[in-house]
């Protein structure tokens, strides 16, 4: 009866410092979202889902026909009609129907809410994986505290199309693990909805019914009986199969009219990430976003993730490696070392393929995020088995190596939280000391363009003439972050060539290098590298 009690009494603790812990979170979520400037393809995003709401509209409310439609083309002579729309709808007609029409900052603002929130409860999903596969609330809640101390990670989760398909990954492979453990008619049905929702979002997702099918076979093949426990086996795997199915169709309007052939179409355009095609900087070059080098994103990795992570995750990961080697054909023993085997299989599948498929890639490895999700699960793997041996340590020098051990840990933990702090907003150009000390001159920074804010709140701010001309390497995103300023700012604005300015703009995107002009009068430094100037031309 005692000792009853004293377990309900540490429940009910270690429940409530998870609510403080996501309390928390939320708060500083709620706190700081409005302090992101507007990413390049946000807008671009917009218009995607405004061409499928017309097409919606079509069918569902022929009268409703906004003067915005009379400009757009029909959703099968669209060229990025390949684009799944699972986020950016609801986030278009929210801003319909709150009058923003995608030209006040509040129609952003909504959308960086969003975007977090969604993430944020992708972050939970991440808990509980964590939690079920090591029994440990602590262990949860680092990992919880590996993603959220991500510099990149947390930026780009305010405005991130990338951190919205990241989200949908953590919350498929929850339920991905729950269908896997009990194989019911619900845990089928809710790991369909959850793949549906991903592979609606980026079509990247489909290889994970591909996934289910080989580990499903696999523990078919495990049983005692197989051939006896096959229906049992494959009749929740063909209920998840039909359901997932129908839900991506469902939630998919550009499958609608020919499912199977528009699937296919889009699944060819976009395996390649080829849509645009430019200059990436790395390594100090130029090369085609459509000839990177094998070794591009696992580069990236390594210099834009803090160096604990990578640390677990290579303890973590030949640990793995050695359980599957030491368990040969069987590849996995028990319910623990398959969940640790999946989180391999999809941290490399989709590696392995955009490395074997030559796709092509830009702005950094934001396009493979997703797999950020089964690195850390990796490297919760490897955080666990140096915690076991820190348990076992027994003499006085093994214990204080330990200390020292988890002395080191806290207080790498600490330097990326005081990083995030104090580059705040601007976490998403992090880079740890791999990266070399002039980063800017070896890879790419600002670009998604987001500095531009900043520029032009200075300038509004300090330059009280009527009109003003502006100049900037590229003006996507110095137009897209002018909605942000006061309407009567916005007036004042004049876009011109360099030869007619008042002022030049840049992030440094496509030009590392300094400019030949004077007089600098505004600059944003991260790392004391520079990602934002104004220089005043006159």
């Known amino acids: 009866e005692p ?19 996501f309390l928390v979170y939320l708060i500083i979520g709620i706190s700081v979202y409005k302090d992101y400037g507007i990413s390049w393809d946000e807008p671009t995003h917009r218009e995607i889902a ?7 509209a079509s069918i569902f409310l022929p009268t409703f026909q906004p003067a915005e439609f009379a ?34 900052p509040e129609a952003y603002y909504m959308r960086h809410l969003c975007t977090f929130l969604l993430f944020y409860a992708s972050v939970f999903f991440f808990f509980l994986i964590v939690r079920n596969r090591f029994k440990s609330l602590g262990l949860g809640l680092t990992a919880c505290l590996f993603l959220i101390l991500s510099p990149r990670i947390f930026a780009d989760s305010f405005y991130g199309k990338d951190i919205v398909f990241l989200s949908l990954f953590i919350i498929s492979i929850y339920f ?88 296919i179409d889009a699944f060819t355009v976009m395996k390649k990430y080829s849509v645009f095609t430019y200059d990436v900087l790395y390594f100090g070059a130029f090369v085609k976003s459509t000839e990177v080098p094998w070794h591009y994103i696992p580069v990236w990795i390594m210099i834009t993730t803090p160096l604990i992570y990578i640390f677990f995750f290579l303890l973590g990961f030949f640990g793995i490696i050695k359980m599957i080697i ?29 490395i074997i498929l030559n796709s092509a890639l830009y702005d950094g490895w934001r396009h493979m995020y997703f797999i950020y999700a089964p690195f850390l699960l990796i490297a919760m793997t490897g ?56 980063a800017r001159q070896t890879f790419e920074l600002d670009y998604w363009g987001l500095s531009f804010r900043q520029g032009l709140e200075y300038i509004v701010k300090n330059d009280k003439r009527p009109v003003i001309k502006l100049s900037a390497n590229v003006p996507p995103p110095l137009i897209h972050n002018a909605i942000f300023l006061e309407k009567s700012d916005i007036k004042r604005l004049q876009l011109t060539g360099i030869a007619h300015a008042d002022y030049f703009l840049t992030n ?18 991260v790392d004391n590298q520079k990602i934002m100037s104004v220089f005043k031309l006159r």
């Open 508 to 525: 440094y995107r496509w030009h590392p290098q300094e400019y030949p002009l004077n007089e600098e009068v505004f600059t944003i430094a």
């Open 3 to 21: 000792v009853n009690k004293k377990s309900s009494s540490r429940f009910k603790k270690t429940r409530v410092f998870v609510l403080i812990f």
């Open 383 to 438: 955080a666990a088995r140096l915690l076991d041996l820190m348990r076992e340590a027994r003499s006085g020098r093994e214990r204080r190596a330990t200390q020292f051990i988890a002395v080191v840990i806290v207080l790498c933990i600490i330097s990326t939280a005081y990083q995030m702090i104090r580059n705040h907003p601007f976490q998403n150009v992090y880079f740890n000391v791999l990266a070399g000390s002039d």
């Open 71 to 104: 400009s757009l083309p029909p959703l099968a002579e669209y060229s990025a009609k390949q684009y799944g729309v699972i986020f950016d709808l609801p986030m278009y007609v929210a801003d319909v129907l709150l009058g923003h029409n995608g030209k006040m």
């Open 50 to 56: 405004s061409v499928t709401a017309k097409y919606l």
């Open 326 to 354: 030491t368990n040969k054909v069987i590849l996995y023993s028990n319910e623990n070392e398959r969940q640790d085997f999946l989180f391999i299989l999809l941290f490399a599948l989709p590696l392995a393929a955009v």
């Open 176 to 263: 991905f693990i729950d269908y896997l453990k009990r194989k019911t008619v619900m845990s089928s049905i809710l790991f369909a909805l959850a793949t549906a929702l991903l592979v609606d979002q980026r079509i990247t997702g489909i290889f994970i019914p591909f996934l289910a099918v080989f580990i499903t076979s696999i523990d078919a093949i495990k049983q005692d009986r197989p051939l006896h426990n096959l229906t049992k086996m494959i009749f929740p795997l063909c209920i998840y199969l039909v359901f997932f199915s129908l839900f991506m169709v469902l939630f998919w309007p550009y499958l609608w009219e020919r499912p199977v052939i528009n699937f």
